[in-house]
């Protein structure tokens, strides 16, 4: 009669254990500082921007249909926000050896022809995104100067059609910042692509 508790237990402590390896930061939280090649070959961290009033991070790829949709705002957000102070830096958390077209030189070829502005960043390891609790892709994060996790999910309420975007709630929690609050809601569903890795729970 023992046996079931103790598969039921053993099953709930698997569980358990996975959800909080994939829990990540929450709002309110500090994240960690990185420092990941770019496609340029450079290296790139938040503490290189001395000056910056805050930071975008987006988790995001070459190939998961949702993030190709967004490959334009990215860019667009990444010029709008400068000027305000604000860095975008895209991260690729996908492993090369499951998703070969996610391999560093067609990241470079991408950005090329996308005319990326931000770093596009390698999560090599992939040692970033579970600290930051990213399961899509993509999947944004909003740092204040500090590194203070203030917002987390979807870059707006429409993935599909750009022009049909009603809530834009990365740019509403960056203007919630800028006016000293936080930003409401802080949290929203990330729609997209499974991040693809071989590593097990």
Known sequence: MRAIPLVFAFVSSFLIGESMVSEGYQPGDKATDFKLKSVDGKTYSMSDYKDAKGFIVVFTCNTCPFAIKYDDRVNALAKK????????????????????????????????????????????????????????????????????????????????????????????????????????????????????TNKKV
Do not use: R, W
């Open 81 to 196: 926000y400068k000027s305000k102070g604000y860095v975008l830096l895209a991260i690729n958390p996908n492993d090369p050896d499951v998703q070969p077209k996610d391999a560093y030189n067609l990241m470079q070829a991408k950005a090329k022809d996308k005319g990326f502005v931000f770093p596009y960043l390698v999560d090599e390891g992939q040692k970033i995104y579970p600290q930051y609790g990213a399961t899509k892709t993509p999947h944004a994060f909003l740092l204040d100067k500090n590194l203070v996790v203030k917002y987390i999910g979807a870059i707006d309420d429409n993935s599909d059609d750009a022009s049909a975007v009603k809530e834009k709630y990365l740019e509403n929690a960056i203007a919630a910042l800028e006016s000293g609050n936080d930003p409401s809601p802080a949290t929203t569903k990330a729609i997209g692509c499974s991040i693809k």
